[in-house]
């Protein structure tokens, strides 16, 4: 079930529309990433899910797809991140919602998890659509855009992996762009419901309220 604390959110902002600047599009390598030391992907549980299948109805191909995403390690870091996703029209209304789990020791690791579950959703469910994708990341989109450098092993195969991902679009079809923390709570809170909210993962630290 989803949160109280989620269902609040949505229809708080589901309708709003967050200012949206272009970026250029980065280009792919390929990787196969393998999941974060200590932990096996068959140990991850099948969180995953779409808390949010209304119909579509057929739209033009030229419209944006705006796409929220956000990933958190938890606390404390468990190797476990939450992964969090919304998808927007391009009048900004709310058509799809997600939230799933990832290998992640760290928030970089954590966010790159999300831009990548992100990415291949989109290619499933909405192909031949543009997209813009924004993230609270600024390191993550720099780096992607070439701006900063990838130093970390982890952090690389991450970062090929998406480049590869992106590189599958077509020319001037995807653009990936940061946004301030305070626009990306919906997808902040769904990354937070994938490991069980705030509340449970407090509970676990022995934090007390």
């Given at each position: ?6 269902r ?6 589901g ?14 390598a ?7 030391a ?37 606390f ?84 090929q ?9 077509p ?22 419901e ?16």
């Amino acid at each position: 079930m989803v949160s109280r604390f989620v269902r609040a959110l949505l229809h708080r902002f589901g309708d709003c529309r967050p200012d949206i600047q272009s970026a250029p599009d980065p280009v792919a390598a390929p990787v196969t990433t393998p999941p974060a030391a200590g932990v096996s992907r068959n140990e991850l549980p099948d969180r995953s899910r779409d808390l949010s299948r209304p119909r579509i109805q057929s739209v033009r191909l030229t419209e944006w797809l705006i796409v929220q995403i956000d990933g958190t390690p938890g606390f404390p870091a468990r190797g476990v991140a939450g992964l969090g996703m919304l998808v927007r029209n391009e009048r900004g209304a709310v058509i799809r919602v997600y939230c799933g789990r990832a290998p992640a020791r760290t928030s970089q690791e954590a966010e790159y998890q999300a831009l990548i579950a992100a990415l291949r959703l989109i290619r499933r469910d909405f192909p031949n659509r543009r997209v813009r994708c924004l993230t609270d990341s600024q390191l993550v989109v720099e780096q992607l855009n070439g701006v900063a450098a990838v130093r970390t092993e982890p952090i690389r195969l991450l970062y090929q992996t998406a480049r590869e991902l992106i590189d599958q679009f077509p020319p001037a079809t995807f653009e990936l762009v940061r946004i301030p923390r305070d626009l990306n709570r919906l997808a902040d809170a769904l990354a937070w419901e994938a490991l069980g909210g705030r509340h449970a993962l407090l509970r676990q630290a022995g934090v007390r309220r």
